[in-house]
């Protein structure tokens, strides 16, 4: 009990160590005053109810202590605090001539670790919701035992339909046994062993949203009625209007030979697409996340959605607030086509969802409409080896070794590459002359990119594998076999069959890790969240306490695992966990045992309600402007710095991205695009290719599509809650009109920004009569009206109703180094470490009995061998070589001189990494010459 109050305290501790420095000036003086008042008011409270949340904002004294006078005013504003604290920041976030601007630093930093983590804990209190029946249970209990304590649901049984329906138990209690839980399974049954449904192929999307709020074009309820007063529809405001009013790339005089995205004929370099640009993610970081959601979500069939079809609108524009026609010539001047249509989403179930009644409050056991998600759930590399019967039989395992994944050599270029489709496999039309890969659709180069690597580095592992099997044939390989498991494998005699299952989790985890402590703290590129991150893997304690963090699993697992209690085993769970980590969670148990689902499922924790993506998640990941019209093409073998070619993506599209890839080289892509830039998330910034793209698979006369549009209208379709309400749900402070979307005073373009919003989504005279919502209250208690605050009967802006994706993309107060917005972060905390608590294999089945020896050691130090540091104290981290840059030195071993500076392959590669996360646009030693930083 000694270590739980020590690591209790562990913030607290370091707060007060801070605070207690003795301050010489007197700014410095009032805020170690301000944290004395802020330790005497005790820790936040965890909110009883969901209206009393804290919204990110925290109280005076606190703010002061935390950050200063910057902190304090910054709490008029809706956006969450921590962002402003001491330390958050660049250079220019540490105080200047305090006596320890370090102490000040370490106040902020451990306060916005404390903020982020009461958010996790309100997150995972209340905005789990699943759609496939457990929910009643979930408020209701069951057998005594609070709702949020229950881990094993009937809902999470296998069906009679089930190929595996037997070998799990049948009719009796379910429990996954044998080769099945050796490994990921292709439909993603059984990684949790006793919930063998959970997180499978065809499982229904989840919800973070009150069921209630969800669909509020159906205007279901009084709430939803009177907080978008009958304006919504799905194609109102219309989403083409809104496309290209608010979301089209604004091409300066410098653009040149844009050619709406399409470059020049011959990939002239002169040729220019303007887009605004992040100055420290690279395209490659685009490319992971799409690679990313191929793994984790999908709501299409086989590259198809239903079989009707809809309008996509370009038909309405608002006019003094009232829809309008659009005339033709309209249309035109805006570039939006009405003739384009879509095929519907599928919809899983849109019957009247039933009701029950708990503690006096009526509830709705499911959303009105659900949506399967036709991919695996778990972060189990699916998009690589498949989420079902049919997409995998598109992978290609190499005849002369099944362990492998078939690479074949390429003339000119070196290294393996993955085969192409051949008209035999279960293929659509539109992906003919792609290379094989499990999750096929919208692809271009950058998922080819990735495939490629991806299968090299599975590749590595097995020859790696097969290199220390010859020289120790006889050692223990590790792996054991369920159905014998006292039986030692010997190298020699893993079969290929072990080997390539062994491979599959390697290579999952390897991704995880880059994603959590490679892209993320890239993504959200300062101190707090380089230390979260981590913290979610190795744990706040890091790797240099190994006894202290084994313990403090054991407790985790042990005592807050298994208790019936809520509060134990949810939220002290959850803050546990961040000092040994979420990554191996229980997989250290003394006396572990493969064959007893206590020691091989019991490190996960689903919070109770089963595992799968909410709707909102996909909502949130709708990054569509991270991508730029034209790839800045440079060749290894000429001058890194120069720009040779530059190569329209669109020309990468589908089968074109095989020439694209084989007869440049994946070397050349990978410096291209780990030197470029992406594309900023935020309004106008939508690619031109996307507003016009042809998708060969629609049965329509033009094939064309807005995908920015499209993005709106599948929100619409699957009922995302707007932006406001969004916000509220997830505990984050609601705006009051569009003008909150920019700093104060508003800028001239920003102004632009805010009256254009105005005039795709209105206003209306506002009735304070009217409550919108229940999620929150007014600061005095009071319940909000869709005044928001201004005089009842004045003139308000509609932003109820702004869609999520154009008020992330508008919100333009972010915390430092924040690639995205605060909104969608929000969503990342709750599912990003949901998605590693939940997975087995990333928990208490991560042992050498599944993986190997060698496949544990490979994922702890990035490939084999002892783990490697780099040179000197990146943001003044001791920093082992990066994960994603130890999987390119391996696989592409052409880049070993550009990669040698780079400390993040996520960093645009030749940018200088300069002093404490600054987001400077300035070259390192050597890279001068390199146009890109012309301007
Ligand atoms: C480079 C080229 C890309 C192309 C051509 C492309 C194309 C598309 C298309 C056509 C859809 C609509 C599917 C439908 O609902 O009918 C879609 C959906 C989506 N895209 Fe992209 N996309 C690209 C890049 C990205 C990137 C970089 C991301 C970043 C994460 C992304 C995230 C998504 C998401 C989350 C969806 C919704 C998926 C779902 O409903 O399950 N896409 N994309």
């Known amino acids: 009990m000694k270590l739980i109050r020590l690591s209790a305290a562990c913030g607290l501790v370091a707060l007060l160590t801070a605070c207690t420095h003795p301050g010489a000036k007197e700014q410095e003086a009032r805020e170690l005053e301000a944290c004395k008042q802020m330790v005497l008011a005790g820790l936040l409270k965890i909110p009883e109810a969901r209206d009393m949340r804290f919204l990110g904002k925290v109280a005076e004294a606190t703010a002061v202590c ?55 804990i309100a997150l995972i209190k209340f905005n789990l919701f699943d759609n496939s029946g457990t929910y009643k249970t979930y408020v209701s209990g069951s057998g005594g035992a609070g709702g949020r304590s229950i881990k094993v649901w009937p809902e999470m049984r296998l069906p009679k339909t089930n190929p595996y329906y037997q070998a799990v138990g049948g009719e009796r209690a379910q429990e996954c046994k044998g080769e099945l839980i050796r490994g990921r399974t292709t439909t993603g049954i059984c990684n949790d062993i006793l919930n063998p449904l959970m997180g499978s192929s065809g499982a229904l999307f989840a919800r973070n949203v009150e069921f209630e709020t969800s669909f509020p074009d159906l205007g279901r309820n009084e709430l939803t009625r009177n907080r978008h007063g009958n304006r919504l529809g799905l194609l109102t405001p219309d989403p083409q209007v809104i496309s290209r009013n608010l979301l089209t790339r604004i091409q300066t005089p410098d653009s040149k030979n844009c050619n709406a995205g399409f470059g020049a004929p011959d990939n002239s370099p002169t040729a220019n697409c303007d ?94 409409k659900t949506f399967a998600n036709t991919n695996t759930a778990w972060w189990d590399a699916s998009q690589l080896y498949g989420y079902d019967e049919t997409s995998k039989k598109r992978v290609k395992r190499d005849p002369k070794d099944p362990a492998r994944l078939l690479l074949e050599p390429v003339a000119g270029v070196s290294g393996g590459y993955l085969p192409v489709l051949q008209a035999g496999d279960p293929i659509q039309p539109q992906w003919m002359g792609q290379e094989a890969a499990a999750f096929p ?46 039986r030692e494998i010997a190298n020699k005699d893993v079969t290929p069959e072990e080997l390539f299952t062994a491979a599959r989790l390697v290579v999952s985890a390897m991704i995880a890790k880059i994603h959590t402590t490679e892209w993320t703290p890239q993504l959200l590129y300062n101190e707090p969240l380089y230390k979260g991150m981590n913290a979610n893997w190795n744990g706040l304690l890091g790797t240099g306490e190994p006894e202290v963090s084994k313990a403090l699993s054991d407790i985790v697992v042990n005592e807050f695992g298994k208790t019936k209690d809520v509060v134990k085993s949810t939220q002290w769970y959850s803050v546990f966990a961040s000092g040994p980590g979420i990554f191996g969670l229980g997989s250290q148990v003394p006396g572990y045992d493969i064959t007893k689902a206590e020691s091989t499922n019991g490190g996960v924790n689903h919070f109770g309600s089963p595992f799968n993506f909410p709707e909102e998640f996909v909502t949130v990941y709708r990054l ?107 505990g984050l402070r609601q705006l009051t009109g569009y003008d909150d979307f920019f700093p104060k005073p508003l800028s001239a373009e920003h102004r632009q920004w805010a009256q254009q919003l105005r005039e795709v989504y209105g206003t209306h005279v506002c009735d304070a009569s009217k409550v919108i919502t229940d999620a929150q209250r007014n600061q005095d208690n009071s319940p909000i009206d869709d005044c928001l605050g201004h005089p009842n009967g004045s003139v308000v802006d509609n932003i109820e109703d702004v869609d999520t994706v154009v008020g992330w993309l508008s919100e333009s107060t972010r915390p430092h180094g924040f690639a995205i917005s605060e909104t969608q972060f929000v969503v990342f905390i709750l599912n990003a470490s949901r998605r590693l608590f939940s997975d087995r294999f990333f928990t208490s089945s991560f042992r050498p009995e599944f993986y190997t020896t060698l496949g544990v050691d490979w994922v702890n130090h990035n490939g084999p061998g002892p783990e490697q540091i780099e040179q000197g104290l990146p943001n003044g981290h001791k920093q082992p070589v990066s994960p994603l840059k130890r999987v390119l030195l391996r696989n592409i071993p052409e880049l070993a001189d550009e990669l040698k500076p780079v400390v993040n392959a996520f960093d645009p590669w030749a940018r200088a990494r300069g002093e404490y996360y600054t987001l400077e646009w300035k070259p390192r030693p050597g890279a001068e010459s390199d146009p890109a930083f012309m301007k």
């Open 66 to 120: 935390r950050g200063g006078q910057k902190a304090l005013q910054f709490r008029m504003t809706p956006w969450v605090d921590w962002s402003q604290y001491w330390g958050t920041g660049d250079m220019a976030s540490l105080p200047q001539n305090y006596v320890s601007s370090q102490g000040a630093a370490l106040r902020g930093v451990s306060g916005a670790l404390l903020d982020l983590e009461y958010q996790r």
């Open 275 to 368: 887009y605004q640009k992040a100055p420290f993610f690279n395209v490659l970081a685009a490319y992971w996340i799409q690679f990313m959601t191929h793994d984790w979500f999908s709501h299409m069939e086989e590259g198809h959605n239903a079989a009707a079809y809809i309008d996509m609108g370009c038909t309405t524009q608002l006019v003094d607030g009232v829809p309008k026609p659009l005339t033709p010539a309209e249309a035109e001047k805006l570039g939006c086509r009405p003739g384009d249509r879509v095929d519907k989403t599928l919809v899983a179930d849109d019957s009247p969802p039933e009701s029950f009644t708990a503690g006096g409050k009526k509830y709705l056991a499911r959303a009105p």
């Open 624 to 730: 569509h402007s991270l991508i730029p019209d034209l790839i800045e093409y440079r060749d290894w073998r000429q001058d890194p710095n120069q720009i040779v070619q530059k190569v329209a993506v669109i020309n990468t599209f589908e089968g074109k991205a095989t020439d694209a890839m084989r007869s440049r080289g994946l070397a050349n892509w990978g410096l291209s695009m780990g030197r470029q830039r992406l594309g900023l998330l935020t309004l106008h910034n939508i690619p031109q290719f996307m507003q016009n793209i042809r998708l060969p698979r629609l049965d329509t006369p033009g094939k064309q599509i807005d995908i920015a549009a499209l993005d709106l209208i599948r929100d619409r379709e699957r009922g995302v809650p707007r932006f406001n309400e969004f916000r509220r749900q997830y």
């Open 441 to 486: 659709d919208n692809w271009t180069i950058g998922m080819s990119f990735f495939h490629n690597l991806f299968a090299r580095e599975h590749d590595a592992f097995v020859e790696e594998f097969r290199r220390q099997a010859a020289e120790r044939p006889n050692a223990d390989s590790g792996l054991r076999n369920p159905a014998v498991p006292t």
